[in-house]
């Protein structure tokens, strides 16, 4: 892939994360730096506990890191924002709203008027595949399909920046299979029909990784930083089974290995 002209969209510079836990102190991030271009896929994977939440968090600016900056389109994150959707690994979705109402309701906030906010919330509902669940309720919904909800709801005000912490985490291991292909193919379609978006997909699973990913960001065990960075420039569909494919997954079993070892070792 040749780069030299896309735009830096996320930087982390040199960031540091310490929480006090029960008075003791749990040094999440130690000196973590990335960059992530515009318009791409990143996947960041890494033993549990290395403090990938950590980081996604202080990129929707629920977070601050100790010590460090984390920029975005140039500018320091120091809040919360709607340039930037989330999908968490619970669905988070409101339990007393229809399909609709869960992904019209930022629409709502921000004021869109009534007839916008019901076609917009209504295109998205399309494209993850919900037609004619707009009336249900949540508890009436598949794990999958509670997630493409919050997948939809993120989408809909147009976020420059989606951002997903393990969302297929919660799923049996063919939804996630099935929600895995689902997201390549909206990946796809969004690159078509609407600006370009930079994606951050937070899993421990090596396997989504390399189906979903541009690129790979390969974390250390805690404290967090970037042990190695693997570019996936595989066309998409992919298939799971295809000598290149395996080849990306090795490459990043083998880096992630050590980390998942150290991990193991030190946990109770
Ligand atoms: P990951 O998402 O990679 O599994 P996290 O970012 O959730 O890891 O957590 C990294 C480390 O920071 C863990 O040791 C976790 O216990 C700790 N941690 C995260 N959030 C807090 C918090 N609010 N208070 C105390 N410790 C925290
Ligand atoms: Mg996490």
């Known amino acids: 892939m040749s780069d030299h002209n896309i735009p830096i969209k996320i930087e982390a510079i040199d960031i540091s994360k310490e929480f006090i836990d029960d008075k003791k102190k749990v040094l999440a991030l130690d000196h973590l730096n990335l960059q992530m271009k515009a318009g791409d896929f990143n996947v960041i994977v890494g033993p549990s506990g290395c403090g990938k939440s950590t980081f996604l968090y202080m990129l929707a600016g629920f977070e601050k890191p100790t010590t ?85 709801r993120a989408l809909a005000y147009h976020p420059d920046v989606l951002l997903m912490d393990e969302p297929f985490g919660s799923l049996d291991a063919q939804t996630r299979k099935i929600m895995q292909r689902e997201l390549t193919h909206l990946w796809m379609e ?46 998409r569909p992919r298939d799971y089974d295809s000598p290149e494919y395996l080849e990306k997954r090795s490459q990043v079993l083998q880096l992630l290995e050590e980390e998942v070892q150290k991990s193991i070792s030190h946990k109770d």
């Open 68 to 152: 460090g900056q984390v920029i975005l389109n140039g500018e320091e994150v120091t809040k919360p924002g709607p340039d930037r959707g989330i999908v968490f690994q619970e669905y988070a979705l409101f339990p007393w709203r229809t399909v609709i109402g869960n992904v019209i309701f930022g629409l709502e906030r921000a004021g869109v008027n009534n007839k916008e906010a019901q076609e917009t919330a209504q295109y998205y509902i399309d494209l993850v595949g919900l037609t004619g669940f707009e009336k249900a309720y949540p508890h009436t919904l598949s794990g999958g399909m509670k997630q493409r909800v919050a997948i939809a």
């Open 190 to 235: 969004i690159g078509i029909a609407e600006e370009q978006k930079t994606l951050v997909f937070v899993t421990h699973s090596v396997i989504e990784a390399v189906y979903l990913a541009d690129r790979i960001f390969v974390m250390t065990d805690r404290p967090g930083k970037v042990k190695g960075i693997v570019d996936i420039d595989l066309p």
